[in-house]
């Protein structure tokens, strides 16, 4: 939809800087306007529909969101020469959404078969426990990203994939701004470390949130 949009606007911003007549100036205009309206509210509705979509929060291992998500995806991976090594140690049980994890961990590790693009390479999957957190790290021996966009890869539709970015791998640039989103509703946060030409490590802190804190917040949310 993304691109289509961005087309049509494209085309009449165009059209408009080309034609003389004020009055179809205007009307060209128009069309942008109205245009970017719809764009924008295509954008909110797909942020808040990746954020409320099933919230079923409760005490759960997120290793089983990792090992779920890996089982999904390993017949792909292999078919892109990646070798997965799994590093997971065991960690407390949290109040969470796993399927919304699961989704995290899905676009993390589609990054980073992406990133590795033709050639394949080495894909790292490690969990464990570390300061009160759970740390959840995915990394690649992909192309890295360049420092230029690095603080902006987390905002929606940025994106060096699709018709948006001029690559045939296809992507919408929603990935990381919808995981972004999923993971600050838990109340952790996500990093980047990455080298050009030698490949990148995201990690996703999550608080540990025992059942019983999470009904006392909720009873005060209210
Ligand atoms: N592991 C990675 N290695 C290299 N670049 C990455 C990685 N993860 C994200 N990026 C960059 O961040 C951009 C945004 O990612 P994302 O939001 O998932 O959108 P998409 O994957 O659809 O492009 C990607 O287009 C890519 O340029
Ligand atoms: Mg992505």
Redesign the pocket.
Known sequence: VAPLLLGSMLGYAGLGRQIRDIEEKDRALEVVVQACKRGRSITRGLLTFARRQEHHRAMADITDAVVETLTLVEIDLTKSHIKVVRELEPIPLTVCDLGQLSQVVL??I???R???KPGGGTLTVRLRERRDLIELS?S?T?????EE?RD???????????A??G?Q???????????YGIVQDHGGTID?A?APGQ????TVRLPVVIAENFERELAVGA
Do not use: Q
Request: proline share 4%; no cysteine; charged share 15%.
């Open positions: 676009n993390l589609t990054n980073a992406d990133a590795m995915v690649d992909g192309s890295g990203i360049e966009i902006k890869i987390f905002e929606p539709f940025m994106t060096t994939k699709g948006l970015g690559s791998t296809p992507g919408t640039g929603l990935g990381l701004s919808v995981s980047v990455s490949g990148t490590t995201m």
